[in-house]
């Protein structure tokens, strides 16, 4: 009998080994495609069809095997590349899924950049509120991630509200699109050397501001920020962007009247945009300012050839775009998107849950007294929670917050979190004002985020409530109140609610 179980348990842990192996070598085969379609000249070097192609398998791979590196990284990619293609559907469609299990994996950064993807589809399609509140979502994970994500998402972020602002063409908005992308600007010089997109954000920020400056009519910083632009691209492979430099500089030149210098500028613009195979938005561009150099020349037959082309591609661009706004524009049903990734998850587990079924087996007989001594842990954390849930539920009962604060400020500040409105955090320091100030007497490093945690658990929001307000999941709203607690020094014996709701 004893023969027999040791070869029993011999077959497990040789059946465990075989497929951790399995799993080690397809992990490193993912993680050298990851590594491809990651490098900063892919565009260049491969393409975005075979971005596409490699991304595809990528996924396919990593869920096969439940890989979360390579699922996130090939879903970022592959929202990327179909909203440069201006393939907004298809992008919108990877986002939606990509949000679901960025959550799942409690991945603030891939979070975070499927929540500036969106803003910027939404951007394109002149739905600017719906994009800012994206973009604020995406701030929000600057505080979970580490200081270079940080930066990452705040250029990001801070670029896409100036374009905003662009959309709504409103003069006494120009000063903010400058002040934006100046943040932004600055953002991306604070990023590290050894990122290696930093000099591809520090010129993106400068061909947007000499193209601001150029709306302006200042042709000074126009000059001086395509000159920025032209030092930072000088060593770089992909010269994408040198489409709308050199667009630029043929309206520059037009502006001039110089239109033979304008015209080389354009076909230098189109020769780039050939290479990209990515960007019609810019084609338009170059075709536009050909036409205006035409006109200029008096070669009417070229000028009416090169606004047709134009006009072509804005016709083209509106009717994806009318396809878009049919198909995708209202919010995903997120329940369903989650319950076809279940089902087809379910399919490819089918040989894990064998194996871990094994290994239940084996580490019952073998880790018998461990497994004890974690569930009796379980059981008194359990016993804890339940312990501080009942004092909440206590606290909660209790009709009035201590202070003698208006009925009417407090139904405001309720109002203002049910709605998501930015402005709630200024207004809850209008009627508390001492609150943050005895907070950060206590611990002067808590975020803004930390700040606002704590005003929501002030008007006895309960973790359910935050969860549902800060569009966050459970999990990430208790770890959040656990690090508080830490950074507050909240004994595990007191009750969070009772101890914030006795300041200010």
């Known amino acids: 009998m004893k023969t027999k179980i040791f070869f029993f348990i011999l077959l497990i842990f040789n059946t465990i080994y075989c497929y951790s192996q399995d799993y080690s070598k397809r992990k490193k085969d993912i993680d050298s495609l990851i590594k491809i379609v990651k490098n900063k000249n892919a565009y260049h070097d491969i393409g975005s069809k075979e971005l596409l192609r490699l991304c595809n398998s990528i996924f396919s791979q990593s869920k096969s095997i439940q890989y979360p590196k390579g699922i996130m990284e090939a879903s970022k990619k592959m929202g990327e590349v179909y909203m440069n293609s201006q393939k907004y559907e298809e992008a919108m469609k990877i986002i939606s899924e990509g949000e679901i299990l960025a959550e799942k994996y409690q991945d603030f950064y891939a979070l975070a950049c499927f929540y500036m993807q969106e803003g910027m ?69 604070k990023m590290s050397t050894a990122f290696p997109y930093k000099n591809f954000y520090i010129s993106s920020f400068a061909i947007e501001l000499s193209e601001e400056y150029y709306s302006k009519n200042d042709i000074i910083n126009t000059k001086k920020y395509l000159a920025q632009f032209a030092r930072d691209m000088k060593t770089e492979k992909d010269e994408s962007e040198f489409i709308r430099y050199y667009t630029l500089k043929g309206n520059v030149e037009n502006k001039r009247k110089n239109y033979s210098a304008a015209l080389e500028n354009f076909d230098k613009a189109t020769q780039a945009a050939k290479q990209a195979k990515i960007y019609p938005l810019q084609v338009k561009d170059i075709y536009s300012g050909k036409a205006e150099s035409y006109l200029g020349l008096e070669d009417y037959k070229n000028q009416a050839f090169y606004s047709a082309k134009a006009q072509k591609i804005t016709d083209s661009i509106s009717n994806v775009e009318k396809k878009v706004l049919n198909n995708v524009i209202s919010p995903p049903d997120r329940e369903n998107i989650s319950n076809t990734e279940n089902t087809k ?101 808590l975020s803004h985020s930390d700040l606002e945690y704590c005003a929501l658990i002030k008007l006895k929001f309960d973790t359910k409530e935050i969860a549902h307000y800060k569009n966050a999941t459970l999990n990430s709203v208790i770890s959040k109140k656990y690090r508080i607690r830490k950074k507050l020094n909240i004994s595990t014996e007191e009750n969070m609610y009772s101890w914030i709701l006795n300041l200010g």
């Open 345 to 445: 998850s379910s399919n490819n587990n089918l040989l894990i849950i064998i194996i871990i079924s094994f290994i239940s087996i084996t580490g019952f007989v073998i880790y018998v007294f461990y497994i004890k001594r974690k569930n009796d842990n379980k059981m008194t954390k359990t016993f804890i929670d339940n312990k501080e849930n009942s004092l909440q539920n206590n606290v909660l009962s209790n009709k009035n917050i201590k202070q003698n604060i208006n009925t009417e400020d407090l139904n405001e500040l309720i109002q203002l979190v049910e709605n998501n409105d930015k402005s709630f955090h200024l207004k809850f320091s209008e009627t508390f004002p001492t609150f943050n100030k005895q907070l950060l007497e206590i611990n002067p490093q």
């Open 121 to 189: 589809i939404y951007t394109e399609l002149g739905y600017t509120k719906r994009s800012r509140k994206l973009l604020n979502k995406a701030l929000d994970q600057t505080d979970e991630v580490s200081n270079e994500e940080a930066h990452i998402i705040k250029a990001t972020a801070y670029r896409t509200m100036a374009r905003n602002l662009r959309k709504e063409n409103e003069n006494e908005k120009k000063d903010s699109i400058l002040i934006y992308l100046h943040n932004g600007y600055n953002e991306s010089r």
